[in-house]
T-cell receptor
Framework: EAGVTQFPSHSVIEKGQTVTLRCDPISGHDNLYWYRRVMGKEIKFLLHFVKESKQDESGMPNNRFLAERTGGTYSTLKVQPAELEDSGVYFC?????????????FGEGSWLTVV | QKEVEQDPGPLSVPEGAIVSLNCTYSNSAFQYFMWYRQYSRKGPELLMYTYSSGNKEDGRFTAQVDKSSKYISLFIRDSQPSDSATYLCAMTWYSSASKIIFGSGTRLSIRP
């Protein structure tokens, strides 16, 4: 069974440009999460989808970040325009049930560098 | 003040040693506690998941929660070089919570 897949694995963009990160969750997982770790900080929650609906987006830092999950399958996270402080690793995770921590599977992350 | 404090290390121990990793937290509402292992350039992988106070054992790993002290620990017995990784404590308020709060992680190295 394929795990959580993220694309691209690495991205280097200039400040002001747009980047779109994609996440393919494990097949059949209704719950999809985005987390990120910026340099020197902890991994922090961004948002949670249940199917195509945003269950909790309290961690989204500002309106330069837009997450979508059309059709309840894969998800995209767009950063527009990117700023230097957006550099870090963006993790996607998915779970079948909503019991926190019990069955959440993380992808390998998308490493974003904004220069 | 951070909600979860974790010593970043690095921690280096010889193979076979018992390793103790710890976190403290400030929010007494946390009920569910987790330990994740993260290898370099990989995503976090759930190791242990516990609810409330007490001990939970899984093979060479033991997770301990002391809610009265707001302190959690992970013990690794008979440590192996393959245990070298970053260990992240994490916690949340209830089982269906969307958000997990992570510690900053402790880098562990097991010397052969």
């Amino acid at each position: 069974e394929a795990g959580v897949t993220q694309f691209p694995s690495h991205s280097v963009i200039e400040k002001g440009q747009t980047v779109t990160l994609r996440c393919d969750p494990i097949s059949g997982h209704d719950n999809l999460y985005w987390y990120r770790r910026v340099m020197g900080k902890e991994i922090k929650f961004l948002l949670h989808f249940v199917k195509e609906s945003k269950q909790d987006e309290s961690g989204m830092p500002n309106n330069r970040f837009l997450a979508e999950r059309t059709g309840g399958t894969y998800s995209t996270l767009k950063v527009q325009p990117a700023e230097l402080e957006d550099s870090g690793v963006y993790f996607c995770a998915s779970s079948q049930d909503i019991s926190s921590g019990n069955t959440i599977y993380f992808g390998e992350g998308s490493w974003l560098t904004v220069v | 003040q951070k909600e979860v404090e974790q010593d970043p290390g690095p921690l280096s121990v010889p193979e076979g040693a018992i390793v103790s990793l710890n976190c403290t937290y400030s929010n007494s509402a946390f009920q569910y506690f987790m330990w994740y292992r993260q290898y370099s350039r990989k995503g976090p992988e759930l190791l242990m998941y516990t609810y409330s106070s007490g001990n939970k054992e899984d093979g060479r790993f033991t997770a301990q929660v002391d809610k009265s002290s707001k302190y959690i620990s992970l013990f690794i017995r008979d440590s192996q070089p393959s245990d070298s990784a970053t260990y992240l404590c994490a916690m949340t308020w209830y089982s269906s919570a969307s958000k997990i709060i992570f510690g900053s992680g402790t880098r562990l190295s097991i010397r052969p």
